[in-house]
C-alpha cells in the first residue's frame, strides 16, 4: 500500500504566500501523474495542477500563474508553491497519485484565505 501525507496548510491573510508538501510512503510507487486537487465545503473535489514523471505540469485557470508544482522523485514528494493567495483559494487540498492501474489519494491538508 501507499500512504500519501499533506502538510503546509493553514491560516494567511490574502496576498500571502504557502507551501505544500506531499510526502509518500509505503511501497516502492513512481507514478505517472501526481496532482493537486482541493475542495470547498458543499463543492465538489476538482483538479488544480498536475505534474508528469518527467516535470511536465499542468495547471487550471484559477491558479495559473499563482501556483507552483513541483515533484521529488528520490524523495517521493509532490509540493505546491503557492502565492498572491486568494478567499477563494479556501479549502482542503489533497495530494493524488496515479497511473494507468492505481491511485492513492492523501487526507488532505486545510488552507485557510483571510481577506
Not at 499533506?6 to 509518500?24: F, M
Not at 488544480?48 to 522523485?73: C, M, S, W
Not at 528520490?74 to 494507468?100: F, G, I, R
Request: proline share 4%; with cysteine.
Amino acid at each position: 500500500q501507499v500512504q500519501l501525507v499533506e502538510s503546509g496548510g493553514g491560516l494567511v491573510q490574502a496576498g500571502g504566500s504557502l507551501h505544500l508538501t506531499c510526502k509518500a510512503s509505503g511501497r516502492a510507487f513512481v507514478p505517472s501523474t501526481m496532482g493537486w486537487y482541493r475542495q470547498a465545503p458543499g463543492t465538489q473535489r476538482t483538479l488544480i495542477a498536475r505534474i508528469q514523471r518527467h516535470g511536465l505540469a499542468t495547471y487550471e485557470d484559477p491558479v495559473k500563474g499563482r501556483f507552483t508544482i513541483a515533484r521529488d522523485n528520490d524523495k517521493n514528494e509532490l509540493y505546491l508553491q503557492m502565492s498572491d493567495l486568494k478567499p477563494e483559494d479556501t479549502a482542503t487540498y489533497y495530494c493524488k497519485a496515479w497511473d494507468p492501474v492505481e491511485r492513492f489519494w492523501g487526507r488532505g491538508t486545510q488552507v485557510t484565505v483571510s481577506s
